[in-house]
């Protein structure tokens, strides 16, 4: 199934056709005498949903922020499109920063800004659009989101949190990225707005064929969007696999985080596993059956 080597589960390679988006190799990330990461190796492919997960100073936010640029590590590559972010000039890693997104975990809207100047502002910065093309972008963004017109001219403060969440998702779609980056998107969110905000990423995914890396908590939204999931402990990636296969890897955090009753629940929901437990059920009842004839 797996490979294992060096204390890491790893799914097998992607085919030779399947185009990496990010690739991080021999990755060390040290502030001081800490050392966050050692010898971290992670490719995301074209079209996938990555999670990457660990527990609390695992480094999975440093991670994220080197991958867009704002950390720099102490040794190793962090290649996206195929250039190494880290020895390019500022203004080629600007080119590239337009060919992402990202979803901050609170939104991080401006609040001086109505809805429709928050998600306007990206193509503006560019100085090359006319007006009504931005204004026509703007308002079709919105509506990729969810957000009617009616809500365009109000501020951030008189919004719900899921709208929050769905503005800034429309901002970091705004300049049409490849990859898309999100720091706990439904985190804050009740159960039927996590659900709408789950399958609205799924859904532009699919139609704007995006590569997105997500961090996250939740065990739902990671079982529900996750292509692989990236486990990180020990200053390195202990596990980097398919959501039901992880759950397979012997480790303290992956016992606690994806065996607990919360974690338990997110696997029972899965597909695969309500056809294996049918499955585990009939031969137990058949068991029975046997046993008591």
Not at 35 to 53: F, K, R, Y
Not at 225 to 240: N, P, Q, T
Request: proline share 4%; glycine share 6%.
């Amino acid at each position: 199934m797996e490979k294992i080597t060096e204390n890491t589960i790893d799914c097998p390679a992607a085919a030779a056709s399947v185009q990496p988006i990010i690739q991080i190799e021999n990755l060390r990330t040290q502030f001081g005498d800490v050392v966050v990461h050692e010898n971290v190796n992670l490719t995301i492919n074209q079209g996938e949903i990555v999670s990457l997960v660990g527990g609390s100073g695992s480094g999975k936010t440093v991670l994220l922020r080197q991958m867009l640029g704002l950390n720099h590590p102490a040794s190793g590559t962090v290649r996206i499109f195929g250039d190494d972010i880290n020895k390019i000039s500022q203004d080629e890693l600007q080119k590239l920063r337009n060919r992402w997104g990202m979803l901050f975990q609170h939104g991080a809207l401006f609040s001086a800004l109505t809805v429709f100047d928050n998600v306007a502002q990206p193509m503006r910065e560019l100085r090359v659009l006319p007006k009504e093309l931005i204004r026509e972008a703007a308002l079709l963004k919105l509506q990729m989101a969810g957000i009617g017109p009616e809500h365009a001219l109000k501020m951030p403060s008189d919004l719900s949190g899921g709208m929050i969440k769905r503005v800034a998702l429309a901002r970091a779609l705004a300049l049409d990225p490849e990859l898309l980056f999100l720091d706990e998107p439904t985190a804050g969110l009740d159960p039927n707005a996590s659900e709408s905000f789950v399958d609205l990423i799924r859904t532009l995914r699919d139609e704007m064929r995006l590569t997105v890396v997500m961090v996250t908590h939740d065990l739902d939204t990671l079982f529900s969007l996750s292509s692989r999931v990236a486990v990180l402990a020990d200053k390195h990636i202990i596990a980097y696999c398919e959501p039901a296969n992880v759950v397979e890897f012997k480790h303290p955090f992956i016992e606690t985080f994806f065996r607990g009753e919360r974690g338990l629940r997110a696997i029972e929901a899965l597909p695969d596993s309500q056809e294996n437990n049918e499955e585990k059920r009939q031969a137990q009842q058949h068991h029975l059956q046997d046993n008591a004839s």
